[in-house]
């Protein structure tokens, strides 16, 4: 389990005096990810795909999860072909 940070924070309020401290904790550090070595050339196309999606969308931010998804369903077919092939 990784370290948690604490930071406190001056609370300044529209007079200008200083009120009081609040104290944040941040969440666990992570020393790593694992990612599968199979899934990545494929999360590397999703990952393509969903940025191409999002530019002929003109670049709209706010729908990173349909254009994610979007492009899974559009390669999915594409990598079952290539698995059954092998």
Known sequence: M???????I???GATGQQGGA???TAAPR????????????????IRIRAY???IERGGQPGHDLDDWFQ???ELEP???AANEGQ
Do not use: C, M, N, Q
């Open 30 to 45: 992570r020393e790593s990810v694992e990612t599968s070595v199979a899934d990545s050339p494929r999360l590397e196309k």
């Open 78 to 80: 594409k990598v079952r």
């Open 2 to 8: 990784g370290t948690t940070d604490k930071k406190v």
């Open 52 to 54: 191409e999606i999002y």
């Open 22 to 24: 609040v104290v944040a």
């Open 71 to 73: 492009g899974e369903r």
């Open 10 to 12: 001056a609370v300044v």
